[in-house]
């Protein structure tokens, strides 16, 4: 199966990093837990294979109160 990347940033950085990768499921679902203790911007991304061209979902920012 493919594999999918979580990657974060402290919410309004420029700079992402890799947080944690996972494959995805038979049907292409995938999971990821956080617990942010401040504000974080996440991303998931997916790099390209011979049968998918590389894709990535749009920015979700978590707050923390």
């Known amino acids: 199966p493919p594999r999918v990347a979580r990657v974060g940033r402290p919410a309004g950085s420029s700079v992402w990093t890799t ?5 995805t499921g038979r049907h292409g679902h995938v999971h990821f837990s956080v617990q942010p203790t401040a504000a974080e911007d996440y991303e ?15 920015v979700v920012t978590v707050s923390v109160v």
């Open 44 to 58: 998931l991304t997916f790099g390209p294979t011979l049968r998918f061209l590389a894709c990535h979902s749009g």
């Open 19 to 23: 947080a944690a990768s996972r494959r």
